[in-house]
């Protein structure tokens, strides 16, 4: 029985560190000078719901509530796979992207903006 258990807490810590990598994700795509407008649109929505204290089923509601953010989070990355191409895809899934070294703000990059004097 405690085997079991063990596997069981085992198997939800992999879950979580999944969900965590898949939101790191998200968060790249959106940074991500490559990306294209739809992914990033997308990219933008679920990070601004996850972080949102405005949401459908408020999160302080046992289970439930958790479960619309990892269901926002799931259908937004099925549909930023869609959309992104591979060399994209690849390099935003690893921690070192490039585009997670960058400073600054996150807006003028969805809007498709380059920044007169890009930090280096």
Known sequence: MAGTLSEGIRGYGSTVARLARDAKFVFRVLKHPGAPWSARVVAACSTAYLVSPIQLIPSFIPVI???DDVLVLYLGMKFI???TPDPVRA??????CASSK???????????????????
């Open 65 to 67: 509530g958790q479960l």
């Open 81 to 83: 796979n869609a959309v």
């Open 91 to 96: 390099e935003c899934s690893h921690p070192d």
């Open 102 to 120: 960058r400073g600054g703000s996150v807006l003028p990059s969805v809007l498709g903006l380059q920044p007169e004097n890009p930090r280096i």
